[in-house]
């Protein structure tokens, strides 16, 4: 028995392709639009799945086949009959030789339900990959990451049998683990790093309210920030407005005086932002951070920025640093499926994601159900 696909860009090619490897004798399973390749949705080849139980006949064997003559031989119950084909006399079907094909039968016709089954079942798995793929490539994730997800996603939709929106976010979970805020158990020195313009200070701000206002924390507030014009003056509002102290630290050494006689439970430090190529801020960041002995550092990125910028700034500010990933104006993009792409790529922990500048409303841990919001964007 030989059970075999065939597929072409038309059914007729696909028909064609069959017979000449099987034979006219072949008999078709089953057909349809071809899979072959998932990710290629776009086309729409067709196969067919096909069976027979010998192999094709060649031209010399067909011609050698050509109309038996009977001979003129008694038959009896227990002599079978003799037909002459090509010379050679050779016995005509008994009753074991239709029991045989009866038992092909029987075995051809479990094959073509258990071929229709299997191309059910592909074309369900297919489609569902496909669709998949299509909702997470049409919201800027990568086309490799897309393509993962897409597979992941279908295969626990399979095993938990969870709606759509659940299975992204349990495969998203699995894939960057747990979201990673500020522990407030214990007393925290938090630091945050990042680019030009990424949102650090308005992030601070945010982080201020929530510990000082919301979870009733004493916060003290650090600008290391001398570069930009109104960083200090920026800052020192928002500490006004919250009811939490400020402070100015000059040069990196002054951070442990500061800190001296330690009253408070968080302390949330500014950064200025430079580009990664400024060696000898990258350098002043890593003083900051071993000086204030920081329990927590957070890299403030902007969603505006592509995947491959993500990553690589990631990579400059985070080297040695082992920081967890902040995401800010996820509001300015539609769907941001370029940051997700980046923590996909990188597999560091995520802390927050900020969707405005409203402090200290518009911030949020990163959990799944926070990210799949993201991806859903305008739906």
Not at 270 to 294: C, K, P, Q, W
């Amino acid at each position: 028995m030989i059970v075999k696909r065939f597929s072409g860009r038309t059914a007729e090619e696909a028909l064609a392709m069959a017979k000449w490897e099987l034979g006219e004798d072949a008999i078709i399973l089953s057909s349809g639009k071809a899979r072959d390749h998932w990710w290629k949705f776009w086309q729409s080849n067709f196969q067919v799945l096909v069976a027979t139980d010998y192999p094709r006949r060649n031209a010399a064997t067909a011609a050698h086949e050509a109309a038996p003559t009977m001979l003129d031989t008694p038959r009896s119950a227990d002599v079978a009959p003799v037909v002459q084909v090509g010379g050679m006399p050779t016995p005509s079907p008994t009753r074991e030789t239709h029991a045989a094909d009866n038992r092909l039968d029987h075995v051809i016709s479990m094959l073509e339900g258990l071929g229709q089954r299997l191309e059910r079942m592909e074309g369900h798995a297919d489609d569902a990959t496909a669709e998949a793929y299509q909702w997470l490539f049409s919201r800027g994730i990568a086309d490799h990451w897309a393509r993962k997800l897409a597979e992941s996603v279908r295969q626990y939709q399979e095993e938990t049998e969870a709606d759509f929106e659940e299975a992204v976010k349990e495969t998203l979970l699995e894939r960057l683990g747990p979201p990673a805020p500020i522990a407030l158990a214990e007393p925290a020195t938090v630091l945050f790093i990042g680019p030009t313009g990424s949102g650090k200070t308005t992030t601070i701000a945010k982080l201020a309210a929530y510990c000082h206002l919301e979870r009733q924390k004493s916060v003290l507030l650090i600008s290391t920030d001398t570069f930009r014009v109104a960083a200090v003056e920026q800052l020192k509002t928002y500490s006004e407005i919250i009811g939490v102290p400020f402070q100015v630290a000059l040069r990196p050494q002054d951070i442990p005086q500061i800190l001296k006689d330690r009253q408070w439970d968080v302390v949330l430090i500014d950064t200025a932002g430079h580009s990664f190529n400024h060696a000898l801020y990258m350098s002043e960041i890593r003083t900051i951070a071993e000086v204030s002995r920081a329990t927590d550092i957070h890299l403030v990125l902007p969603a505006t920025m592509d995947a491959e910028l993500m990553c690589e700034t990631a990579l400059r500010f985070g080297d040695g640093l082992n920081p967890k990933i902040c995401f800010t104006k996820t509001d300015e993009v539609r769907y941001p499926g370029s940051l997700l792409t980046a923590a996909l790529t990188l597999g560091w922990p995520l802390s927050y994601v900020t969707d405005g500048q409203n402090v200290p409303d518009d911030i949020q841990v990163a959990f799944g159900e926070t990210l799949v919001g993201l991806l859903k964007g305008g739906d």
